[in-house]
Structure formats: C-alpha cells, structure tokens
C-alpha cells in the first residue's frame, strides 16, 4: 500500500477534535485517505478545525447518551460505515485529595469515563454488523501509576484501561480490536491550563521527565494512525504508552 494511504476507504470518528490531539488525529487520519467526522463541545473552533481537514463536524457532548446517538446515526446515513473511533475527548481537574469535590470528581468521571463507555457502546453495533472495527481509547499514564494532585482524573483514565480490555475481550469475536493509548505531557491548551499559560512552569514540569520536553499532539496522533490502520491487526485489549520515558522508572 502507499504511503498516506494508511486509512483508505475507512471512516473515522474523532471525539473531542476541535483542538489538541483530537484535531491532530483527525488531520493525520484525512492526509491518510480516511473520511473523518469531528465532534466537540466547542462549536466554532470544531468547524474550523473539520473544514481544515475536510471532515465533517457534529456539537456533540460525549457524556450526553442521545448525542451519541445523533452523531453515530448521521455518521451511518452519511458514510454507510464506522470503521475508527477514537475516544479523545477529555478534562483534567487538579486538586489535592482532601480538598477534591465530589462534583469535580463526578464531572471527570461523566466525560472520561462514561464518555469512553458510551462511545464504545454507541458505534458497537455498526462495527459487529461490518464485522470489523477499531476503538482507540485515549486514558493517559494517569491510568497506569499514581498522579499526584489529580485522585478524580487518575480514577477517569484507569477506568479507560480497564474497560479498554473488557470491550476488546468481549468484541474480539466480531474482528473488533480496542486498545488504550497513554499520553504522557502533551503541548495542548490542556497542558497549558496546568502550567498556568507560563513556559517556565511548563519548561520545569518538562525538566521532571526523561525528554525533558513535551510532545507534539502529532506524535500520539502517529500512534493512533498506526491502531486505526490494518498494520495493527494483532494488537487488541493493549496499553500503547508514549510518554516521554515518564514511566520507565
Ligand atoms: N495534554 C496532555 O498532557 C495529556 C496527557 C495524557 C492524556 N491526555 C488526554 O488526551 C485527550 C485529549 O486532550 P488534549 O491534550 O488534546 O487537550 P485539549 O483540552 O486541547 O482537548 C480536549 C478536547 O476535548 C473537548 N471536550 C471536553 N469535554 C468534552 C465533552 N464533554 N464532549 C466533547 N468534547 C469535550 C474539549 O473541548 C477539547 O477540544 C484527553 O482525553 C486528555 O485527558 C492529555
């Protein structure tokens, strides 16, 4: 096959694409020959973004099950087929444990988690009648060891990779493969927000990791290429970490 050809004929959804690493993705996957539909909460940003790359946009909150389903029974009318779902949409909520509130927590779990779920869920059926699919989870190495400061979101994004491997037991039989993705510090508004808008502070969280540097977004969404693309036949139900070297020690 080609190079930039990686995704052609396939149809993906990208949740949470309007900016960051969704909308990385969402690029990637079009340069590579697939048909792509965005979807985010921000709506103009969302456009812009989905005209950019040729895609098409859907307003779409992933913890709102309805909506869901909107965007899945469009993305079937329109394009006949959901081959790539790439659950990307995500908030990050820092506090210490003992001072995290039970609504902040509920908000996290509410988008990270039940978005993922939902999601999931939603584009299932398309994908066991095509008999053939991938589900790309975004979690985070927040869903693989501890993160100070975060209880809410570390609880989020282990949910991610345990229900990565239930969904990917439990689909594998209809050609289905679903696997988890773990970003380490990635240079998005997200990252941004944490470091309070201050390069030095974002320089000196980047100097406490091996890299000593944040990614690109372009740098998962090549990982995310590589599990929406038929290169990743065998891999189901796994953790693809890219991180920097954070979680080596
Ligand atoms: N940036 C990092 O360092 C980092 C590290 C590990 C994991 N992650 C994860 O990567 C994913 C992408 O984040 P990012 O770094 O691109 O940050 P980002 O804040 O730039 O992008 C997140 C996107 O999700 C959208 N979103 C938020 N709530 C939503 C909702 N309810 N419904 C639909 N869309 C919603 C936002 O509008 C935004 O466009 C998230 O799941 C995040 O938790 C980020």
């Given at each position: 096959?080609?190079?930039?050809?990686?995704?052609?004929?396939?149809?993906a959804?990208?949740t949470?694409a309007?900016?960051?690493?969704?909308?990385a993705?969402?690029?990637?996957?079009?340069s590579?020959?697939?048909?792509?539909v965005?979807?985010?909460?921000?709506?103009?940003?969302?456009?812009?973004?989905?005209?950019?790359?040729?895609?098409?946009?859907?307003?779409?909150?992933?913890?709102?099950?309805?909506?869901?389903?909107?965007?899945?029974?469009?993305?079937?009318?329109a394009?006949?087929?959901?081959?790539?779902?790439?659950?990307?949409?995500?908030?990050?909520?820092?506090?210490?444990?003992?001072?995290h509130?039970?609504?902040?927590?509920?908000?996290?779990?509410?988008?990270?988690?039940?978005?993922?779920?939902?999601?999931?869920?939603?584009?299932?059926?398309?994908?066991?009648?095509?008999?053939s699919?991938?589900?790309?989870?975004?979690?985070?190495i927040?869903?693989?060891?501890g993160?100070?400061?975060?209880?809410?979101?570390?609880?989020?994004?282990?949910?991610?990779?345990?229900?990565?491997?239930?969904?990917?037991f439990?689909?594998?039989r209809?050609?289905?493969?679903?696997?988890?993705?773990?970003?380490?510090?990635?240079?998005?508004?997200?990252?941004?927000?944490?470091?309070?808008?201050?390069?030095?502070?974002?320089q000196?969280?980047?100097n406490?990791?091996?890299?000593?540097?944040?990614?690109?977004?372009?740098?998962?969404?090549?990982?995310?290429?590589?599990?929406?693309?038929d290169?990743?036949?065998?891999?189901?139900?796994?953790?693809?970490?890219?991180?920097?070297?954070?979680?080596?020690?």
């Open positions: 096959m080609r190079a930039m050809d990686r995704l052609a004929g396939k149809v959804i990208v949470g309007a900016r960051g690493q969704g909308a993705e969402a690029a990637l996957f079009a590579e020959g697939a048909t792509v965005l979807t985010d909460v921000l709506v103009s940003e969302g456009q812009v973004t989905a005209a950019a790359c040729g895609g098409t946009f859907h307003q779409h909150d992933v913890s709102n099950e309805e909506a869901w389903q909107r965007v899945v029974d469009a993305t079937l009318a394009h006949g087929r959901i081959d790539v779902l790439v659950n990307n949409a995500g908030i990050f909520h820092r506090a210490r444990m003992i001072e509130t039970l609504d902040d927590f509920r908000r996290l779990l509410d988008i990270n988690t039940i978005g993922v779920f939902l999601g999931m869920r939603t584009v299932a059926p398309a994908m066991i009648a095509q008999q699919g991938s589900i790309i989870n975004i979690s985070s927040a869903g693989l060891v993160a100070p400061n975060s209880i809410g979101y570390g609880a989020s994004k282990f949910a991610v990779t345990g229900m990565t491997k239930t969904a990917a439990e689909l594998a209809h050609g289905i493969r679903v696997n988890s993705i773990h970003p380490g510090m990635i240079e998005t508004e997200m990252i941004h927000e944490v470091a309070r808008h201050d390069d030095a502070i974002l000196k969280m980047a406490s990791t091996p890299f000593r540097r944040p990614a690109a977004p372009e740098e998962i969404a090549n990982l995310a290429l590589y599990l929406a693309s290169e990743s036949s065998f891999s189901s139900g796994s953790e693809f970490v890219a991180d920097g070297g954070v979680t080596a020690i």
